[in-house]
T-cell receptor, first 114, second 113 residues
Framework: EAGVVQSPRYKIIEKKQPVAFWCNPI?????LYWYLQNLGQGPELLIR????????DSQLPKDRFSAERLKGVDSTLKIQPAELGDSAVYLC????????????FGPGTRLTVL | AQSVTQLGSHVSVSEGALVLLRCNYS??????LFWYVQYPNQGLQLLLK??????LVKGINGFEAEFKKSETSFHLTKPSAHMSDAAEYFC???????????FGQGTRLTINP
């Protein structure tokens, strides 16, 4: 069974440029999470989807970040415009059900903003 | 609110020695507790999970953890470290009906030959 797929794996951009990350979940996983992981820190939740509905986006900086999960499968996370402080690893994780279910993580996208 | 504290951001042990990574949690309701491992440039992988069944949980790669309610702890152990265990380890907590999993800061495990 294929795991969670994320692309790109690495991205380098200039500040103020837009950037987008893509996540393809494990088949049948209804819940999808986007996390931000700063160097030397644990993942922090940005947004959680149940199917196509964003059920928790309280930690998403909505002035520059947006996300979508069309048809309740693939998801994209966008930053526009990017700032220096956005340099981090963006992780996607999926699960069959709620927060007590095991989350399966993708390899992440390492973003560097210059 | 739930929180997790991992004592020691960096632990170093010799190959063959006991591995002990500490995790203390805070939760006002019965918790679900997880240990994840992250190898360089990879995502997190589940090691083991406590879901209110047996207090001693066995995971992959010879790791196990014991839930101690009186100490609000869920420490991770492995009797004999291997070089391949070098990685970052994260403890996390949630509860039934919660919206999210809360992670600790992580502990980097180094294995000395």
């Amino acid at each position: 069974e294929a795991g969670v797929v994320q692309s790109p794996r690495y991205k380098i951009i200039e500040k103020k440029q837009p950037v987008a990350f893509w996540c393809n979940p494990i088949s049948g996983h209804n819940t999808l999470y986007w996390y931000l992981q700063n160097l030397g820190q644990g993942p922090e939740l940005l947004i959680r989807y149940e199917n196509e509905e964003a059920v928790d986006d309280s930690q998403l900086p909505k002035d520059r970040f947006s996300a979508e999960r069309l048809k309740g499968v693939d998801s994209t996370l966008k930053i526009q415009p990017a700032e220096l402080g956005d340099s981090a690893v963006y992780l996607c994780a999926t699960a069959q059900g709620g927060s007590t279910d095991t989350q399966y993580f993708g390899p992440g996208t390492r973003l560097t903003v210059l | 609110a739930q929180s997790v504290t991992q004592l020691g951001s960096h632990v170093s042990v010799s190959e063959g020695a006991l591995v002990l990574l500490r995790c203390n949690y805070s939760s006002s309701v019965p918790p679900y507790l997880f240990w994840y491992v992250q190898y360089p440039n990879q995502g997190l992988q589940l090691l083991l999970k406590y879901t209110s069944a047996a207090t001693l949980v066995k995971g992959i790669n010879g790791f196990e953890a014991e839930f101690k309610k009186s100490e609000t702890s869920f420490h991770l152990t492995k009797p004999s470290a291997h070089m391949s265990d070098a990685a970052e380890y994260f403890c996390a907590v949630t509860f039934q009906g919660a919206q999210k999993l809360v992670f600790g800061q992580g502990t980097r495990l180094t294995i000395n030959p």
